[in-house]
Nanobody
């Protein structure tokens, strides 16, 4: 079992910045990928950004609405994924959830979710 603990959310003015963190702990053999999703009121959960581990290095992808403003990164030593959010807009207001896909030799890949951290962008 893996636990994901998110932090860093809060209230910020439009144009401001926040840095979200998600620390993974527990039984981890190999992390395949870690990602951030968000849920805004009345909307479906959507992928914000993902970082995928590969033989030749990590690759990142982000959703079009956040391209150029949000940056995802991963600290291997701490099993922690970060989301640096700059130039925040009111439409970025949402519950941000961390997701981890972990590989085990005996059971294959398992996906875990955190509880989320709230981000509110408002003047």
């Amino acid at each position: 079992q893996v636990q994901l603990e998110e932090s860093g959310g809060g209230l910020v003015q439009p144009g401001g910045s926040l840095r979200l963190s998600c620390a993974a702990s527990g039984r981890i053999f190999k992390i395949n990928s870690m990602a951030w999703y968000r849920e805004a009121p009345g909307k479906q959960r959507e992928l914000v950004a993902v970082i995928t581990r590969g033989v030749s290095g990590d690759t990142t992808n982000s959703a079009d609405p956040v391209k150029g403003r949000f940056t995802i990164s991963l600290d291997d030593n701490k099993n922690t994924v970060y989301l640096q959010m700059d130039s925040l807009k009111p439409e970025d207001t949402a519950l941000y959830l961390c997701n981890a896909n972990v590989y085990y030799l005996d059971s294959g890949s398992v996906t875990y979710w955190g509880q989320g951290t709230q981000v509110i962008v408002s003047a």
